[in-house]
Each structure stands twice: as C-alpha cells, then as structure tokens.
T-cell receptor, first 117, second 111 residues
Framework: GAVVSQHPSRVICKSGTSVKIECRSLDFQATTMFWYRQFPKQSLMLMATSNEGSKATYEQGVEKDKFLINHASLTLSTLTVTSAHPEDSSFYIC?????????????FGDGTRLSIL | GQQLNQSPQSMFIQEGEDVSMNCTSSSIFNTWLWYKQDPGEGPVLLIALYKAGELTSNGRLTAQFGITRKDSFLNISASIPSDVGIYFCAGQETSGSRLTFGEGTQLTVNP
C-alpha cells in the first residue's frame, strides 16, 4: 500500500521550455503532498507543500511564479517548472501523506530527473 | 531553522557486518523517520518512530527514538549487498508539519 507514482521519470528539454511533473497517490487519498528538490550528493530540500483545493505553501527562497503547483484532487498534484533554465536541472521528488492522518509518514514517488540544455 | 546532523557521512563495510548510524537535532522532534534511497529513485520508508524511547524493528533493521527527543539511531544487522544505498533520517516537529532531513549516510557493502 501507500504507492506514489511520479511522471515523467526523466525530462530533457531546451532552455525556456515549461515542464509539468505529475504526482499521483495510487491507492490512497492525499490532502497534502510535498515537492522536494535534490541536487547530486545532497539531501532533499522541501520546495513547497501542496494542499488539495487551496494554494500551495512555498518555502523561503522558492519562487512561486517559477514553480507552479496545482493540487486539484485528492490523488493528484502537479509541479510546473516555467521557462526552465539550466540551473533548474535537478532531481524533483514528490511525496504524499494519507488523508486524515497527520501522524502518517510521507511516502515518496520515484522522482523526476530534469535536465535543461 | 531546524538542523539534523547525521553521521557518519559514509561507511564502507564487509558483507555480514553490523552497521549503525545516527541523527541528532538541536531541537525536539515528535516523530523520527528513516528512509533509504537507491540511485535515481525516491526514498523508501524503512521505519517510523512516534514515541520517545520507542525501539522498532523491521527485519534486520532496528531504530530507536531517543528519550531526549533530539536523536535517533538506525542499526542494520548482518549487512548484505542490497543494503547499499543512502540512508536518511527525517524529523517532524509536530504532527502534520514539514519533515527535516539529515544529510544522509552513504552505505557501501563489499561482498
């Protein structure tokens, strides 16, 4: 149980392109999903907390107009990297927490490797 | 902000050996979690700890929630090659709040 699917797993695109990443909870509902970024040999850094039906909460230093988050249903959150540039290249990982279970741990997707040329 | 110090940063061991890693925090956490991450994949939850002093096992893995609420350790017994990966601790200050991750421990197991 508690499977989180992330798509696509890898994206390579030109600078200036906008890229959308999907995060789905497959066998549970998630009122809260989280988006992380991970650079090589580093830990996970929280970018934003996505709440179903409301605006996302962004961490300090993360541009909300650059990283658009939509959480339209209890099983899907999307992250759109707008006008991506090489410095946005990274490993993006989402996680989800079971609805109604604030004590439940976060379960992670398999990540999306974003490479901007 | 909160910081988690995870050690060691890396370990190189022989198959069959036991492994221990730990995390310490400057502040109190109410939940401690241990994850394992394989290359190119997302972290997978190994053990979740919710109570100070709690000792929990998952197969060859054992983790404890320190009684001060500021530390946790993970032990792996009789390591095998598939234990290779990066292990992360994560703390949660209150129920439902964000996770703070440690810097990770890179484990290498030599057959």
């Amino acid at each position: 149980g508690a499977v989180v699917s992330q798509h696509p797993s890898r994206v390579i695109c030109k600078s200036g392109t906008s890229v959308k990443i999907e995060c789905r909870s497959l066998d549970f509902q998630a009122t809260t999903m989280f988006w992380y970024r991970q650079f090589p040999k580093q830990s996970l850094m929280l970018m934003a907390t996505s709440n179903e039906g409301s605006k996302a909460t962004y961490e300090q230093g993360v541009e909300k107009d650059k990283f658009l988050i939509n959480h339209a249903s209890l099983t899907l959150s999307t992250l759109t990297v707008t006008s991506a540039h090489p410095e946005d290249s990274s490993f993006y990982i989402c996680s989800a927490r079971i609805a109604g279970g604030v004590t439940q741990p976060q379960h992670f997707g398999d990540g999306t490797r974003l490479s901007i040329l | 902000g909160q910081q988690l110090n995870q050690s060691p940063q890396s370990m190189f061991i022989q198959e069959g050996e036991d492994v221990s890693m730990n995390c310490t925090s400057s502040s109190i956490f109410n939940t401690w979690l241990w994850y394992k991450q394989d290359p190119g994949e997302g972290p997978v939850l190994l053990i979740a700890l919710y109570k100070a002093g709690e000792l929990t096992s998952n197969g060859r893995l054992t983790a404890q929630f320190g009684i001060t609420r500021k530390d946790s350790f993970l032990n792996i017994s009789a390591s095998i090659p598939s234990d290779v990966g990066i292990y992360f601790c994560a703390g949660q200050e209150t129920s439902g709040s964000r996770l703070t991750f440690g810097e990770g421990t890179q484990l290498t197991v030599n057959p």
